[in-house]
């Protein structure tokens, strides 16, 4: 069977749609977190298979930067949860209102 291009592209949208329904629709703020990681990675698919189909290695390039700061979000975001939850006790986003008015 031959991959083209469309499938990963069509997989990618998929990963990147179900995201947005993850922080669209979940309280918790992990999945929220966990979401986020899943459009990045979408996008990190969609990156790779176009240098892969186009014969140019600098969307792999870009990708390698996508996840360090990737790592370094994750990182920082799990350090914020973390605290949020130590203060607050519980990790529903309905009852963070650190940055709200």
Not at 8 to 30: E, P
Not at 80 to 100: A, E, P, Q, W, Y
Request: net charge positive; proline share 1%.
């Amino acid at each position: 069977m031959h991959v083209e291009l469309t499938h990963y592209m069509l997989l990618a949208a998929v990963l990147f749609s179900i995201g947005v329904l993850g922080v669209l629709t979940r309280k918790n703020l992990i999945v929220i977190l966990m979401s986020v990681e899943l459009m990045l990675n979408s996008v990190n698919l969609t990156f790779v298979s176009v240098a892969r189909f186009r014969g140019d290695p600098m969307g792999q390039v870009l990708v390698f930067f996508v996840l360090c700061v990737a790592a370094a979000e994750v990182a920082v975001g799990l350090a914020i949860l973390i605290s949020i939850f130590r203060h607050r006790g519980t990790m529903n986003s309905d009852s963070v209102k650190l940055l709200k008015w």
